[in-house]
């Protein structure tokens, strides 16, 4: 059976949530808060993917530390944009 719609973006909230570090538990979660809902379903693939990366590289690319991967890297310009909005 496949996952519906409603639960894929549950389960990426709560992925989102339960990271591990802190930081990125409050980062993911106020974009997942904010954007999730709205999101494609290629775009959910995408966050999906990334929420498979480490919590330490995800940190420096959302904070500029270092530059994203090029596959990740519009996504994680509009997860800085959203938490610096905030």
């Known amino acids: 059976m496949a996952e519906t719609r409603e639960l894929r973006l549950k389960r990426l909230t709560m992925r989102s949530m339960r990271r ?8 993911l979660m106020r974009f997942a808060r904010a954007r999730l809902e709205q999101m494609t379903a290629a775009e959910l693939d995408l966050y999906e993917a990334l929420l498979d990366e480490n919590d330490q590289d995800l940190y420096q690319w959302v904070s500029g530390q270092t530059p994203a991967p ?8 509009e997860i800085a944009t959203e938490v610096s909005a905030r």
Request: aromatic share 12%; hydrophobic share 50%; net charge negative.
């Open 20 to 27: 591990g570090i802190k930081e990125m538990d409050l980062i």
């Open 70 to 77: 090029e596959g990740f890297f519009g996504l994680i310009e």
